[in-house]
Structures are given as structure tokens and as C-alpha cells.
């Protein structure tokens, strides 16, 4: 059974950071693209960043470029998310994804498995 499992959530004041971490158990995706979405209450689910296989490619949205980084270590089957500067408007639920392709993608429905989400707070 595939399992993705978030972990580094928490309450944090504007202008601080976390590392997200997102643990992937029952399948290796070494060869696939990662992602992390995010969802606050009462707005649909969004994008945040993605990465290519090797690590070597990544896209964020524009909203956090030049904050956030995503990164992984494929030999630990893990992806990570270093969110730095924060702004309460980053408060939400982050969710990790892994999709089956090959290409990174930024849509919520071209990614196949969800993690149940970590919750990041940001107090102003």
C-alpha cells in the first residue's frame, strides 16, 4: 500500500520558517515527480512547488518563488519543502503529491497519491 506521509507542520510567527517533509512508503518514486499543494480554509486546493525525478527541475507558483525551495533525497524515497519568510497568508493544510508521469506538473489532478496533510500556521 502506498502511503505519503507529511511531517514538520506547525505554528510559526511571520518571518519564520519550516521544513516540510514528506515520507513516501510502499513504492519507490525515484523516477517520478513530486509535488506540494496547499489548502486554506474555504479556498480550493493549490499548487505550491514541484520536482523532477532527479531534482534537477523545479517550478513553484509565484506566490512563493523566492521562498519556498522543494527538494529530495531519493534514497530516502523523500521530498521537502524549506519555506522561509512566512506570511500568515501562507496558512493552510500542505499536502505532498507523487504522479505517475514523467513531466512535472502543477495540476492538482495529474497527481495520484496524496498525503493527509500537515498543518502550517503563520502568526502575524
Known amino acids: 500500500q502506498v502511503q505519503l506521509v507529511e511531517s514538520g507542520g506547525g505554528l510559526v510567527q511571520a518571518g519564520g520558517s519550516l521544513r516540510l517533509s514528506c515520507a513516501a512508503s510502499g513504492r519507490s518514486f525515484s523516477r517520478n515527480p513530486m509535488g506540494w499543494f496547499r489548502q486554506a480554509p474555504g479556498k480550493e486546493r493549490e499548487f505550491v512547488a514541484a520536482i523532477n525525478f532527479s531534482g534537477e527541475s523545479t517550478t513553484y507558483a509565484n506566490s512563493i518563488k523566492g521562498r519556498f525551495t522543494i527538494s529530495r533525497d531519493n534514497a530516502k524515497n523523500t521530498v521537502y519543502l524549506q519555506m522561509n519568510s512566512l506570511k500568515p497568508e501562507d496558512t493552510a493544510v500542505y499536502y505532498c503529491?507523487?504522479?505517475?508521469?514523467?513531466?512535472?506538473?502543477?495540476?492538482?489532478?495529474?497527481?495520484?497519491?496524496w498525503g493527509q496533510g500537515t498543518q502550517v500556521t503563520v502568526s502575524s
Open positions: 503529491a507523487a504522479r505517475l508521469g514523467v513531466l512535472v506538473a502543477t495540476i492538482r489532478t495529474d497527481y495520484r497519491y
